[in-house]
């Protein structure tokens, strides 16, 4: 049956309705120091070994505009002209990642925004040191998260996961 039901009640399956949980998206960015690092293949690495599916992927040097409209919630804190300086600086790495809990879980994979105050095993907690230079950014809830992916990609930019009619190729 295609409709995700069976005699015996729902199907799982990861294209199910019926999972919908399963399909949070939130919003990930290595930032210029981390690219300039060559970080993004294990940063990657990290959200798939966790389970989460990589829906966009591109790597972009952000203009000025696209950042203060971006981290607008800090125009006023005085840190807002180096911050849109630094992540102007050099090429970012803009992802959106799906799965369930993905918004509060990348957050617990990044760490604290300070490194400092990180934990060893994650990703601040092992590759940086300094606030400023953090590596990394991910939303902080659902809905900055689909603030951020609208504000970074176009609708046909995100891949949607269909079943396929052919077997994998390896």
Not at 62 to 69: E, G, I, M, T, V
Not at 119 to 145: L, M, Q, W, Y
Not at 148 to 156: N, T
């Amino acid at each position: 049956m295609g409709s995700g039901l069976s005699a015996a009640g729902p199907v799982s399956s990861p294209f199910s309705p019926i999972m919908a949980d399963q399909k949070e998206r939130t919003f990930i960015a290595i930032k210029p120091d981390g690219v300039q690092r060559g970080l993004i293949g294990e940063i990657i690495k990290r959200f798939e070994q966790k389970g989460f599916k990589l829906v966009a992927m591109k790597m972009v040097h952000p203009c000025q505009d696209l950042l203060q409209q971006h981290y607008a919630d800090l125009k006023e804190k005085p840190f807002f002209p180096s911050l849109i300086e630094y992540m102007s600086s050099g090429p970012v790495v803009a992802m959106v990642w799906e799965g369930k809990g993905a918004v509060k879980t990348g957050r617990v994979m990044l760490g604290e925004t300070d490194p400092a105050n990180s934990k060893p095993g994650t990703i601040r907690g092992d590759f940086c040191i300094v606030v400023d230079r953090n590596i990394i950014h991910g939303s902080d809830s659902v809905e900055s998260a689909k603030k951020e992916i609208s504000l970074w990609f176009k609708d046909d930019e995100l891949v949607l996961y269909t079943p396929c009619a052919h077997a994998w190729l390896y």
